[in-house]
């Protein structure tokens, strides 16, 4: 098992989290295991390929520039040329 110390924390932090463990019934250290824990373990669903191209879509305002794709192969194109 690894040790993990931090420090600087807010006393506002600190109650809170001296709060939520007791309602738990853990000691403090066992309720930011927890917390760290459920943080690290939480695996989001994958996206589709639609949802990415929506998002694409969206940094452009739904106007992506023509041609990328080739503008982007061409210059791979003239790298390997020079390599």
């Known amino acids: 098992m690894s040790v993990l110390t931090v420090r600087n924390i807010p006393d506002d932090v ?10 738990a019934h853990r000691s403090m250290e066992a309720e930011a295991r927890a917390i760290l824990a459920d943080a690290c373990t939480q695996i ?3 996206i ?16 992506p520039p023509a041609g990328a ?11 390997a040329a020079r390599e």
């Open 14 to 23: 600190h109650r809170g989290l001296r709060v939520r463990a007791a309602k």
């Open 44 to 46: 989001e669903a994958p």
């Open 48 to 63: 589709t390929g639609a949802e990415l191209q929506a998002w694409c879509r969206s940094l452009y305002g739904g106007h």
């Open 69 to 79: 794709v080739d503008d982007l192969i061409a210059e791979r194109r003239r790298e």
